[in-house]
């Protein structure tokens, strides 16, 4: 069984490494100066980090899947992820660059408060970036200069300058993603059929009445997503979010049962995976203009 270690602090992880920790809660990490090998470990992760590998020398796993981690790729990890790592050779010095910080680092800066919508923190299996030559030369570009920075003597702009230019250098990462999207279209438009197919099965099913209403999860699952990638796909390809998708297929359901059947609301609401009947009023007068009585008096007059 691999080793499992907690990434509570910047040091631990160069540590790890034989590498040099300059400041407490971030560092630019170079593992061609490495100076220690690590192989067959679990990494649970108290800290945010982004990673670019040039060559293949090694398997990132998260959970039972390995990451699509090719050569010039980026994949990224957030407090409370665990990923294996499992070295091909015994490669002490292996290409790897990227950043390491602690969640305390961005604390009361912009970034900080907008830390959540870089959702490819969260992104698994087979959701890896996949980088353009420029587009290696901008991420590395940008790692140099928090690296200048971190060089510089600590005062009283050095966290303002450093969360700065981590947010630059995430907001490319976005930017490479959505470029990404688009050159995947046709395999987006896979999971994206994969979907509305497994929508119709699952509320042809018994499912609505035994488990409720499906989450994005169980989808994202299915589909052998994470649910922050799944959502992200979803939303860049039709300009809906995955639960947008859904709410709208419960609604079209909806209407054809109230008027095509004599079941009553409290019925349909049941047979749909609500909890409640006035969950599904309120949902449909919101979607609709109108209660789902009003649509069926409307329906028959």
């Known amino acids: 069984m691999d080793k499992v270690i907690k990434l509570e602090n910047v040091d631990l992880y160069n540590s790890l490494y034989g590498l040099e920790t300059l400041h407490p809660l971030v560092s630019i990490v170079d593992l061609t100066k490495a100076t220690k090998s690590v192989n067959h470990i679990q990494m649970n992760y108290g ?29 990224c990890f957030g407090p409370g992820q665990t990923a294996s790592v499992e070295t091909f050779e015994d490669e002490v010095s292996p290409p790897v660059y990227g950043i390491v910080f602690h969640p305390d ?39 140099k200069k928090i690296s200048i920075e971190l060089e510089h003597a600590i005062d009283k702009h050095s966290k303002a300058l ?58 994202a699952d299915k589909i052998c997503l994470s649910s922050n990638y799944f959502g992200d796909m979803v939303k860049k390809e ?28 409290s019925q349909i609401a049941y047979s749909l995976g609500f909890q409640y009947p006035q969950h599904l ?10 209660t789902p009585n009003e649509y069926r008096n409307q329906a028959f007059t």
């Open 47 to 75: 800290l945010y980090a982004l990673f670019l590998k040039e060559t293949k020398s090694c398997d990132i796993k998260y959970g039972r899947q390995y990451y699509d981690y090719q050569e010039g790729t980026i994949v």
């Open 105 to 143: 680092l961005i604390r009361g800066t912009s970034l900080g408060k907008e830390i959540k919508k870089y959702t490819f923190f969260s992104y698994a299996v087979n959701e890896a970036l996949h980088l353009s030559d420029q587009e290696k030369e901008i991420v590395m570009d940008c790692l």
């Open 162 to 219: 450093i969360a700065m230019n981590i947010e630059l250098l995430l907001n490319y990462c976005m930017r490479f993603y959505e470029r990404q999207f688009i050159t995947r279209s046709n395999i987006n438009k896979d999971a994206l059929t994969k979907f509305e197919q497994l929508l119709d099965e699952y509320f042809q099913s018994q499912l609505p009445m035994q488990d409720g209403l499906p989450s994005v999860k169980y989808f």
């Open 238 to 265: 039709t300009g809906k979010t995955p639960q947008e998708h859904i709410q709208t297929k419960v609604i079209e359901l909806a209407k054809e049962r109230i008027v095509d059947t004599e079941e009553t609301v």
């Open 281 to 290: 009023c309120r949902l449909f007068k919101k979607r609709v203009g109108c």
